[in-house]
């Protein structure tokens, strides 16, 4: 079991960058993948990008690809998600996600932990 919190949210205009990070408690992080989804008002959570449990492998759903960057550090116990050229149909509340696997996953429902999401705003 791990406890998630989200941080780095805001406003930003079309075509700037923000990095969210989340920061997990608990000693089994490195056995985590991890992932961020989003969910945008009148809409269902998606699946934004997804890594394994110790960085080697990401991947993204392809309205992201090129512009977000997932990482993570076992060390600080920590994942990120750096978004660049952000587009006003990012604009969602972003969650971070613990999955009890090594592998990576996009599907929602195989991740255990989430946290209470972060607020991202691009304006046009």
């Known amino acids: 079991q791990v406890q998630l919190v989200e941080s780095g949210g805001g406003l930003v205009q079309a075509g700037g960058s923000l990095r969210l990070s989340c920061a997990a408690s608990g000693r089994t992080f490195n056995s985590y993948a991890m992932g961020w989804f989003r969910q945008a008002p009148g809409k269902e959570r998606e699946f934004v990008a997804t890594i394994n449990y110790i960085g080697s492998y990401t991947y993204y759903t392809d309205s992201v690809k090129g512009r977000f960057t997932i990482s993570r550090d076992n060390a600080k116990n920590t994942v990120a998600l750096q978004m660049n050229s952000l587009k006003p149909e990012d604009t969602a509340v972003y969650y971070c996600?613990?999955?009890?696997?090594?592998?990576?996953?996009?599907?929602?429902?195989?991740?255990?932990?989430w946290g209470q999401g972060t607020q991202v705003t691009v304006s046009s």
């Open positions: 996600a613990a999955r009890p696997r090594r592998t990576v996953a996009a599907d929602a429902r195989d991740y255990d932990n």
